[in-house]
């Protein structure tokens, strides 16, 4: 077990309890997906957008690194008698990769899933996506976003900045790139038919980074992409 998936399974104990529904994302992202779709949750956590994506009759599969999370996501569509609808696998996504063959998903769904690697990592993660996506399947992915101004001032004030827009706080990265950087980032790896935008969730989401209960704004970028 690794320092990354222990403190993990920690923030996801504390909080299952409190986490129970889908987000606005996946809902809204769901009624452009192809039916009956595979896809792949990256970052999924206890799985309630998975869970979402499934009762609308896809199947998933749920990537994290907590095993915790994992097994909680298990038990939930166990309990719903869905259990054939998801494959989970736990992943570090530091390490460069996702095990999952070429082309083999409709869409690639994250929901702040892609926040804790540095830049080169993260690049390598997005031709990762292309990579599993069949030809014209789908990329949904939420970042974090620098726009939230509260954020930022923690980050700045309590975090060290190891290279542009990538925090380290305690032992945690965590990268806060730019619309602007995001694209460079894209374009440098090839993927070319990309739309970027600021994605805000809330206020009414009791859902935060760390799945706490509160009335707060998300500031997201959303990248969506077709595999061509
Ligand atoms: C902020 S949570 C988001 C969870 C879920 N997508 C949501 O929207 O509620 C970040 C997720 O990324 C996972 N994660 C963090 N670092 C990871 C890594 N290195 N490899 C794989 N998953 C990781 C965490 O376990 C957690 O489930």
């Given amino acids: 077990m690794t320092k990354d998936s222990k403190f993990w399974d920690a923030v996801h104990k504390k909080t299952s309890g409190d986490i129970t529904k889908h987000s606005y994302l996946a809902e809204e992202s769901e009624r452009f997906f192809p039916r009956n779709?595979?896809?792949?949750?990256?970052?999924?956590?206890?799985?309630f957008d998975a869970l979402?994506?499934?009762?609308k009759g896809h199947n998933v599969v749920l990537l994290d690194i907590s095993t915790f999370a994992l097994k909680r996501a298990i038990n939930q569509v166990k309990a719903l008698k869905l259990s054939?609808?998801?494959?989970?696998?736990?992943?570090?996504?530091?390490?460069?990769?996702?095990?999952?063959?070429?082309a083999c998903c409709d869409v690639v769904f994250s929901r702040i899933g892609?926040?804790?690697?540095p830049m080169r990592e993260t690049q390598k993660l997005f031709s990762e996506v292309r990579r599993i996506l069949k030809t014209g399947g789908k990329a949904?992915?939420?970042?974090?976003?620098?726009?939230?101004?509260?954020?930022?001032?923690?980050?700045?004030?309590?975090?060290?900045?190891m290279e542009p827009s990538v925090f380290i706080e305690g032992e945690?990265?965590?990268?806060?790139?730019?619309?602007?950087?995001?694209?460079?980032?894209?374009?440098e790896v090839?993927?070319?038919d990309f739309d970027t935008r600021a994605y805000q969730e809330g206020p009414d989401v009791k859902r935060d980074e760390f799945g706490v209960t509160k009335e707060k704004k998300l500031y997201l970028n959303l990248i969506t992409f077709t595999k061509l």
């Avoid at 054939?84 to 996702?98: E, S």
């Avoid at 892609?114 to 690697?117: E, V």
């Fill in 114 to 117: 892609l926040n804790y690697f």
């Fill in 140 to 161: 949904y992915l939420a970042l974090k976003s620098p726009d939230d101004k509260e954020e930022m001032k923690f980050l700045n004030s309590a975090a060290v900045e």
């Fill in 190 to 192: 090839g993927i070319s």
């Fill in 37 to 47: 779709a595979t896809i792949c949750d990256l970052g999924g956590g206890l799985g």
């Fill in 172 to 187: 945690q990265i965590r990268s806060r790139f730019t619309r602007k950087e995001l694209e460079a980032m894209l374009n």
């Fill in 84 to 102: 054939k609808k998801l494959l989970t696998k736990q992943v570090d996504f530091g390490l460069g990769g996702l095990p999952i063959k070429d």
């Fill in 52 to 55: 979402y994506f499934i009762q």
